[in-house]
């Protein structure tokens, strides 16, 4: 199914975002620091800044108290922007999503998802830091991969 269940998680993610906040957020950050990774400085970004600054049309876009969200397609690929309003709920959407795989370019205050070639491009023009989600190989046992590959 590819990175397509990724769409079906955020609209359920930033319930539980608002709930874990805290507790999963103390003492994390995603913040970039451009001079240990050789790249931009990534900047905190709405979802239009961050659509403009990717070129792209956003589709599919949906907000909701605490994050927007919305899907592109341009010539680097298909990938998904999501613009959060504080470091906490960034950091409770990421310590969500990750159990289910997936490739992640972080920034300050935004995340895009992809494949990794794609956010590899993303990043000359966005910043941020390229962070992997847990690994869904086929001995990963959980039960829930069907349909990952």
């Given amino acids: ?10 609209k359920t993610v930033p319930l539980c975002a608002a709930a874990l906040a805290l507790p999963l957020a103390a003492g994390c950050s995603a913040k970039s620091d451009a001079s240990a990774t050789g790249g931009k400085a ?3 970004a709405s979802l239009a800044e961050l659509a ?4 792209c049309s956003l589709t599919g876009k949906r907000k909701v108290k605490d994050l927007e969200q919305g899907n592109c397609k341009t010539s680097q690929g298909r990938f998904v922007l999501l613009s959060f309003t504080t470091d906490n709920g960034m950091n409770a959407w990421l310590t969500e999503a990750k159990p289910w795989g997936g490739t992640y370019l972080v920034g300050a205050r935004w995340v895009a998802v992809s494949q990794e070639q794609t956010l590899q491009s993303l990043r000359k023009e966005l910043g941020g830091k390229i962070v992997q989600g ?3 190989g086929p001995s990963h046992g959980s039960g829930h991969g069907a349909g990952h590959g």
């Fill in 1 to 10: 199914m590819g990175s397509r269940h990724h769409l079906g998680l955020m």
């Fill in 42 to 44: 990534a900047k905190p």
């Fill in 52 to 55: 403009q600054q990717t070129d």
């Fill in 134 to 136: 847990d690994n869904h």
